[in-house]
């Protein structure tokens, strides 16, 4: 069959997006979903979003790394799918819609989208490093030296040297000043370092306040294919109204047969 995509970008985090509300993509197949996401013999993504209906939202976010199996909250895709939502015209300027971790609010303006993520109950902090999950689990740990820093090699020892099969995406940041943060993401199910990563930059963003290396509850954090933004509030240890905010592209339309 004949398949038509679109191709997405937030902070040169990029996704395969395909309207399923018919129900025609086969899910279950692994080995579709990856090679679509083949940037050498497919389309090329760091991952494949289908848009589905949903009886309570506006839709349903599934969301699939680049090895093809279905995974946890992804913050950039999220933000990727509200364009596209509002690109096929499901609302106007907010949103709602539900994925793997819950409901999700959202809103566009000008090509920008802000996104509010799940709260965070926890964020545990070690001796060298911090992990929370956001929405998907994430190590984050400060450097020196972001720019030469080796995110492959240690990105890929600790995701599966310390948690093991299940994994972790690893986050290694450099603060800048009081309200910035630099951030390079090794992302699991990718098996490398992505241009950004949205849970990830989320969870740098907590951990840095958590660990009081900032008071400061808007932050900006760049990272290598642009900027993010992500505000919160904290209510005893608790992280709530946690917005992600940052640029969502549509880049390209294409059909591919499967």
Do not use: W
Request: net charge negative; with cysteine; hydrophobic share 35%.
């Amino acid at each position: 069959m004949n398949l038509t995509f679109y191709k997405y970008q937030g902070t040169g985090n990029d996704f395969v997006i395909i309207d399923n509300r018919s129900n025609i993509f086969p899910k279950d197949n692994v080995s579709i979903i990856a090679s679509l996401c083949n940037r050498y013999f497919g389309i090329g993504a760091d991952g494949m979003i289908l848009l589905e209906n949903d009886k309570d939202t506006d839709f349903r976010m599934v969301y699939y790394n680049a090895d093809g199996n279905e995974s946890t909250m992804c913050g950039n895709g999220g933000r990727c799918i509200v364009s596209f939502a509002h690109k096929l015209q499901l609302f106007e300027k907010e949103t709602t819609f539900i994925a793997i971790d819950g409901l999700h609010h959202a809103s566009i303006e000008n090509g920008i989208v802000s996104l509010q993520m799940i709260d965070v109950d926890e964020v545990a902090i070690y001796d060298t490093y911090c992990f929370a999950n956001t929405g998907s689990p994430h190590h984050v740990e400060l450097v020196e030296n972001l720019d030469s820093f080796d995110v492959f090699t240690k990105g890929r020892n600790i995701r599966n040297n310390i948690y093991g099969k299940e994994g972790s995406n690893v986050n290694f940041a450099e603060q800048i000043n009081t309200s910035t943060f630099r951030v390079r993401t090794y992302e699991r199910g990718v098996e490398n370092e992505t241009l950004a990563c949205g849970t990830g930059v989320t969870a740098v963003a907590l951990a840095m306040h958590a660990s009081e290396k900032t008071k400061e509850t808007s932050l900006t954090l760049p990272v290598q294919g642009g900027e993010l933004a992500v505000s919160f509030q904290k209510n005893n240890d608790r992280y709530t109204n946690i917005f992600l905010t940052g640029p969502a592209t549509f880049v390209f339309k294409g059909e591919i047969a499967i």
